[in-house]
């Protein structure tokens, strides 16, 4: 068998075997085929497609590139071990809420994250800007660590999916991360190599998402419940909005720090404009989760009960655990608001230059194109252009206003941070094309700023 026919073949459209997807797989993971022959069958594939059985087939060959994760120490009776997985989008920190959240709530997760793909952000990065946290202990101490504090928040390694990791990586530079098959056989071959017992996830849509529109999405949703079942785990999806960068931030330790905000939030600001967005889709998220894991099945209590852990200070406290817990750097700061010391993440967070962004013109923002303010970050050196590239962990984008917001011209909208000006020069062309103001009326405005960000949640049921 050659990869030269198998790339042929595809090239033509036709099905490949599991023989010749297996060949493949086995071979790529190996260091046996190079990037430039894997390369072109993901592009044939990009442009050609997969049938079902070839979907099934690449998704299982990459989940048993490498060994499976045994989770039979964290079982415990009457409770199922959940995983969560979003399909990415910018400014999606839902991950480090959602986590410390339902592990407060006595929902254990031993969660494995990916570092940014093309103009989306990834929780793994946001975790590298926290000083000293580190994302790569092995598995065996990961687990011992959900069995101490209820979660860990760990990156792939070559201990499972190995063939993910680097199609995962090779996809970022050669302008195929949107295949809808390549995203699905991504997620789910290493959800289903971590062991869980069901999978929960968060399919985003629009311009800062991977899938454009709602029926795509709920393509894709539904794609991956499919290799879910076929693969004997439970798997739902939820749909939420990336139509605009999602909370008040974007950039590594920049979000870090809205993490922070919302764990610490009292119910005032928990409930205001500013943590809409956000607030609506962690809230459905977490509550999912709870219920999928047999803890509670009742999402509306649910989501009391995520209210209570955040004020009570219980989730906050997790998520301190879970940073001291593989080694990130704390400090004890007093927080004039809390009228208390508290622990506070260290974060790769100094930047050289700040330069306001004003409203051009009088009006209500429209809308901001997340794949903008996404291509934007990569300028500032906060995403990669190229494989294993180093980024900049403190540049980013404090959002003042969003979608729906009253502006008066010379109001400012968003400030950059950034260490480099000329790579500002070029992530402003990014910036400016990205938020659009019209003069229209407030009831307009007012359905903009309220438009939900939950769009539907799918299960076995909706295949």
Same mark, same amino acid.
């Given at each position: 068998?050659?990869m %030269?026919?198998?790339?042929?073949?595809?090239?033509?459209?036709?099905?490949?075997?599991k023989?010749?997807i297996d060949?493949?797989?086995?071979?790529?993971s190996?260091?046996?085929?190079?990037?430039y022959?894997?390369s072109?069958?993901?592009?044939?594939? %990009?442009f050609?497609?997969?049938?079902?059985?070839?979907?099934?087939?690449?998704?299982?060959?990459?989940r048993?590139?490498?060994?499976?994760?045994?989770l039979?120490?964290?079982k /415990?009776?009457?409770?199922?071990i959940?995983d969560?997985?979003?399909?990415?989008?910018v +400014?999606?920190?839902?991950?480090?809420?959602?986590?410390?959240?339902?592990?407060?709530?006595?929902?254990?997760?031993?969660k494995m994250s990916?570092?940014?793909?093309?103009?989306t952000?990834?929780?793994? #990065?946001?975790?590298?800007?926290?000083?000293?946290?580190?994302?790569?202990?092995?598995?065996?101490?990961?687990?011992?660590?959900v069995?101490?504090?209820?979660?860990c928040?760990?990156?792939?390694?070559?201990?499972?999916?190995?063939?993910?990791?680097?199609l995962? !990586?090779l996809?970022?530079?050669?302008?195929t991360?949107?295949?809808?098959?390549?995203?699905?056989s991504?997620?789910?071959?290493?959800?289903?190599?971590?062991?869980?017992?069901k999978i929960l996830?968060?399919?985003?849509?629009?311009?800062?998402?991977?899938?454009?529109?709602?029926?795509?999405a709920?393509?894709?949703?539904?794609t991956?419940?499919?290799?879910?079942?076929?693969?004997? /785990?439970?798997?739902?999806?939820?749909?939420?909005?990336m139509?605009?960068p999602?909370g008040?931030n974007?950039?590594?330790?920049?979000?870090?720090?809205?993490v922070?905000?919302?764990?610490?939030?009292?119910?005032n600001s928990?409930?205001? #404009?500013e943590?809409?967005d956000?607030?609506?889709?962690?809230?459905?998220? !977490?509550?999912q989760?709870?219920?999928?894991?047999?803890?509670?099945? #009742?999402?509306?209590?649910?989501k009391?009960?995520?209210?209570?852990?955040?004020?009570?200070?219980?989730?906050?406290?997790?998520?301190i655990?879970?940073?001291k !817990?593989q080694?990130?750097?704390?400090?004890?700061?007093?927080?004039?608001?809390?009228?208390?010391?508290?622990?506070?993440?260290v974060?790769?967070?100094k930047?050289?230059?700040?330069?306001?962004?004003?409203a051009q013109?009088s009006?209500?923002?429209?809308?901001?194109?997340?794949?903008q303010?996404?291509e934007?970050?990569?300028?500032?050196?906060?995403?990669r252009r190229?494989?294993?590239?180093?980024?900049?962990?403190?540049?980013?984008?404090?959002?003042?206003?969003?979608?729906?917001?009253?502006?008066?011209e +010379?109001?400012?909208?968003?400030? /950059?941070?950034?260490?480099?000006?000329?790579?500002?020069?070029e992530?402003?062309?990014?910036?400016?094309?990205?938020?659009?103001?019209?003069?229209?009326?407030?009831?307009?405005?007012?359905a903009?700023?309220l438009?939900?960000?939950?769009?539907?949640?799918?299960?076995?049921?909706d295949?």
């Open positions: 068998m050659r %030269y026919d198998i790339i042929e073949k595809k090239r033509d459209g036709k099905e490949l075997t023989s010749e060949y493949f797989i086995t071979g790529y190996n260091d046996k085929i190079p990037d022959q894997a072109a069958l993901l592009m044939a594939i %990009y050609n497609g997969l049938s079902k059985l070839e979907l099934l087939n690449l998704t299982f060959a990459m048993d590139s490498s060994k499976k994760i045994d039979s120490a964290l /415990v009776p009457g409770k199922y959940v969560k997985h979003s399909t990415g989008g +400014g999606d920190k839902v991950t480090l809420i959602v986590l410390p959240i339902v592990a407060a709530l006595g929902v254990g997760v031993c990916g570092k940014g793909l093309g103009f952000g990834g929780t793994a #990065d946001k975790l590298e800007s926290i000083e000293g946290y580190d994302i790569n202990i092995p598995i065996r101490l990961a687990l011992k660590q069995q101490d504090i209820g979660l928040l760990i990156s792939q390694s070559s201990e499972i999916a190995i063939a993910d990791k680097k995962y !990586a996809r970022d530079t050669t302008a991360v949107e295949s809808m098959e390549l995203i699905a991504s997620i789910m071959s290493k959800k289903l190599a971590s062991g869980v017992d996830l968060d399919v985003t849509v629009g311009s800062g998402a991977f899938m454009k529109d709602l029926d795509s709920k393509e894709l949703a539904k991956m419940i499919e290799i879910g079942r076929d693969a004997g /785990v439970e798997t739902k999806a939820v749909i939420t909005s139509s605009e999602l008040r974007v950039g590594n330790a920049l979000e870090i720090k809205e922070i905000s919302f764990l610490l939030a009292d119910e928990l409930m205001s #404009d943590f809409r956000l607030r609506e889709v962690v809230f459905e998220i !977490a509550a989760m709870i219920s999928m894991s047999g803890v509670c099945t #009742d999402i509306e209590k649910n009391k009960d995520i209210v209570r852990v955040i004020l009570s200070g219980e989730a906050y406290n997790k998520f655990e879970l940073i !817990a080694n990130g750097k704390v400090e004890r700061v007093y927080m004039d608001w809390l009228g208390k010391d508290l622990d506070l993440p974060t790769h967070d930047v050289t230059f700040l330069k306001e962004i004003h013109s009006g209500y923002i429209v809308s901001i194109d997340s794949k303010i996404g934007a970050l990569v300028c500032l050196g906060g995403g190229k494989k294993d590239e180093e980024i900049d962990y403190s540049v980013g984008f404090e959002f003042s206003k969003k979608v729906g917001d009253k502006v008066e +010379g109001d400012v909208i968003l400030t /950059v941070l950034y260490n480099d000006k000329q790579n500002f020069e992530a402003f062309s990014y910036i400016e094309n990205a938020i659009y103001i019209d003069d229209i009326d407030e009831k307009l405005g007012n903009l700023r438009k939900p960000h939950v769009l539907d949640i799918l299960g076995e049921d295949i």
